[in-house]
Nanobody, 124 residues
Framework: QVQLVESGGGLVQAGGSMRLSCAAS????????MGWFRQAPGKEREFVAG????????YYADPVKGRFTISRDNAKNTLYLQMNSLKAEDTAVYHC?????????????????WGQGTQVTVSS
């Protein structure tokens, strides 16, 4: 089992920035890749960004490319998501997740463990 706890959400104005954190505990030696997903009201949960825990390679959904940056601190077992130039359409609950295998979890079906989520609200 891996436990994931997100933090850093809140309210921000459009154009602003915010950094989310996800602290992992438990069987963290089993983690090879992680990602961030988000779910807006009335919409399906969608992939936002992912990172390979071993080599640091990153992947982004098109709507966030150039604005969001995913990173990790191996020593602290912590995942980050730096979000810049935020838009109202970025408003959602953001969840971090670990992958079922060695590849970045780009869909919900590839996720092994979920965090409880943190609310991000961008006011226009």
């Amino acid at each position: 089992q891996v436990q994931l706890v997100e933090s850093g959400g809140g309210l921000v104005q459009a154009g602003g920035s915010m950094r989310l954190s996800c602290a992992a505990s438990g069987r963290t030696f089993s983690m090879y890749a992680m990602g961030w997903f988000r779910q807006a009201p009335g919409k399906e949960r969608e992939f936002v960004a992912g990172i390979n825990w071993v080599d640091g390679s990153t992947y982004y959904a098109d709507p966030v490319k150039g604005r969001f940056t995913i990173s990790r601190d191996n020593a602290k077992n912590t995942l980050y998501l730096q979000m810049n130039s935020l838009k109202a359409e970025d408003t959602a609950v953001y969840h971090c997740a670990t992958s079922r295998d060695r590849t970045v979890p780009t869909s919900m079906y590839k996720v092994a463990f979920w965090g409880q989520g943190t609310q991000v609200t961008v006011s226009s």
